[in-house]
Each structure stands twice: as structure tokens, then as C-alpha cells.
């Protein structure tokens, strides 16, 4: 099978679509395709009509763990929306959902694993709402890693966000483009709120987590089992060795080696860059190498670049003046 996570649809709000109340297949999905005949064997939609942008394109993980003394062979994802989803990979079946961030969108899941959204994020017109997680989502580009050493999923990830959302009528015009968010470059109408935004009731970890975290997240157990500062949501990303080292480049322009079993650094480096690119590891002339990209190109003063070490175990240990 082909494992494919879908976006949003476009404009955000489902009543500026026609599509109030409808679950349109198949928006902000995981799908399962044969690729011998383009079937589309199992899908999973983990936010039906999506309002605000909690697209699931981000990374799916294949793994095979033990869930109630069972062997399973399981799909993960660190979701947009701030839940951690489980489903087999066989045959689709929902095993959980975890909120990992703070969010309001929803109060949880059915039995089926369809997601209990919440009356109040529907927002019109004349009534925003205050939505959790923001735009850019709990978690998002940046690459995550599971070891089946520990076993642990290791997911860079924002901690509270929030975006205020209204509904913005337009006149779709031929040969004017829609813009990501939904929104038409031009040919807005006038908004009239005449309401204070609602803010939903919040489940998950605290609102008091602000900023990017690098998380260690148990998929059997369902529970946090160490958390540090630093990543995020976009950029930047993880992969975790055989050695239990979790190497972590983040958006500051750093790359830091922690240990898998409880987020001790071991090592990190400053490259000065920004726009960091996922780590990856490979072998050459007998010596084990981390590489990455970094800069961001254009007029910046970042420029693109591709930075490799060399594992030889030399490296000093960090010090204050490496932070």
C-alpha cells in the first residue's frame, strides 16, 4: 500500500464552500492506495469539512509495536491538529488519538475515531472564534523519527497557539487565483462581526507550554515521556540511531545529539544558519556522517549550504559558550 496524507479544502470555512454540515471526502485524510490498480483500499479522515487549515500531509511513520499484547503494524502521525493518531495499516482501523498540544478544535474521539469537533470553531460571518492550534499547527514539516530501541516517536512540536478566524465573503471571479489560505486576492466584501469571539473549551497539555519543543512520545502508553526545549512545528526536524542518540537540527541554526531515553544533550554545534533542513545519516569510507542543508536563499544573508560531521567520537562535550 501507498500512504498518502491529503491538505484542506479551499476557502476554509465550510459555508463559503456550499458544504455546511458535509464531510468532504476526502480533505484533511490519510489514504491507503494499492498501487497495482489505483484502489483506494482504507481512509481515515481526521477532520471532516476542515474549517481551518488542520490539513494531515505531515510525516506518516510505519512501525510494528505490541498495543494491548498485540501485534500490530501500526501508521503514526504527529498531527497539524495537535492529536497523535494510530491506525493499522492493514485494514484502517482506528487504534487512538492523543492530544500532544494544547487545542480546542475538538473534545476527543469516538469509538470509530471520528473527532467530536466542537460547536463553537464553526465561525461565520458575524461570529469569529479563537481556534487552537493556530494555522501553523502543533506540529507540521519537520521531520519525526521512531526507534524501536526505546520505543519512542520523537516529533518536534509548537506548544500553545491560537488564531482568531471569520468568514470573509468574495465574488469568485474568473482568472483571480484563491490564495492558500482560502482567501481571494482581491474582490473582498465587507465584514459586519457583530459578536465577541467565542473561544472553545481546551483539552491537552497546558496553555502555560509556549514556543518549540522536541517531545518523546510513548505510541503504546499514549503519555509524554520526556520534553525539551527547542524545534518546533515547521523546520528543522529529527532522526534517532541505533546507538540511542537522537540527532536534531533546529531553526536557530543549530544540530544537537540527546540521548533517546530521557533527552540528555550530548553534543550540539551553532552554524549560525537559518532555515535548517532535516539531518540524515549515511556511511563513507567507514565512517559514520550527518549531513543537513541549511540557509534560505534569495536576498538572504543565509546562504544555501550543506553541512556535514563526521561521527568519530571526539567531539567535545557542549559547554555554556556552545548555547
Known amino acids: 500500500l501507498i500512504y498518502v496524507g491529503t491538505g484542506n479544502g479551499v476557502p476554509w470555512p465550510q459555508i463559503l464552500r456550499g458544504q455546511d454540515g458535509y464531510d468532504n471526502l476526502y480533505v484533511s485524510s490519510i489514504l491507503a492506495v494499492n498501487p497495482d490498480n489505483g484502489e483506494l483500499k482504507w481512509h481515515y479522515q481526521a477532520v471532516p469539512g476542515d474549517s481551518w487549515d488542520i490539513d494531515t500531509v505531515q510525516q506518516l511513520i510505519l512501525a510494528d509495536i505490541e498495543i494491548g499484547g498485540r501485534p500490530r503494524k501500526v501508521l503514526m502521525q504527529a498531527s497539524k491538529g495537535g492529536f497523535f493518531y494510530v491506525l493499522d495499516r492493514i485494514t484502517g482501523e482506528f487504534l487512538s488519538a492523543t492530544p500532544f498540544a494544547p487545542l480546542n478544535w475538538a473534545s476527543g474521539h469516538d469509538a470509530a475515531g471520528r473527532p467530536r469537533i466542537n460547536r463553537e470553531p464553526y465561525y461565520t ?3 469569529p472564534a479563537v481556534i487552537s492550534p493556530a494555522s501553523g499547527g502543533a506540529a507540521n514539516w519537520a521531520p519525526k523519527a521512531y526507534s524501536p530501541n526505546t520505543p519512542l516517536v520523537y516529533m518536534p512540536v ?9 468568514a470573509i465573503p468574495f465574488d469568485l471571479t474568473a482568472g483571480r487565483s484563491i490564495q492558500n489560505n482560502g482567501t481571494p486576492r482581491g474582490g473582498r466584501m465587507p465584514v459586519q462581526v457583530t459578536s465577541a469571539p467565542v473561544t472553545p473549551p481546551y483539552i491537552g497539555p497546558p496553555r502555560s507550554l509556549t514556543g518549540g519543543y522536541l ?7 499514549r503519555t509524554e515521556r520526556w520534553r525539551v526545549d527547542g524545534g518546533g512545528g515547521s523546520g528543522g526536524g529529527v532522526l534517532v540511531t541505533a546507538s540511542n542518540l537522537v540527532f536534531q537540527t533546529i531553526n536557530d541554526g543549530r544540530l544537537r545529539a540527546l540521548s533517546a531515553e530521557d533527552g540528555t544533550m550530548v553534543w550540539e554545534v551553532q552554524t549560525g544558519q537559518r532555515g535548517m533542513g532535516p539531518p540524515i545519516t549515511y556511511q563513507l569510507d567507514g565512517q559514520q556522517r550527518i549531513s543537513f542543508l541549511g540557509g534560505v536563499g534569495g536576498a538572504s544573508d543565509f546562504r544555501p549550504m550543506v553541512y556535514t560531521f563526521v561521527l568519530d567520537g571526539k567531539a567535545p562535550m557542549p559547554t555554556a559558550t556552545s548555547q
Open 158 to 166: 509548537s506548544g500553545f497557539s491560537s488564531r482568531t478566524y471569520v
Open 125 to 127: 460571518t458575524t461570529q
Open 215 to 221: 517531545v518523546a512520545f510513548d505510541p503504546v502508553t
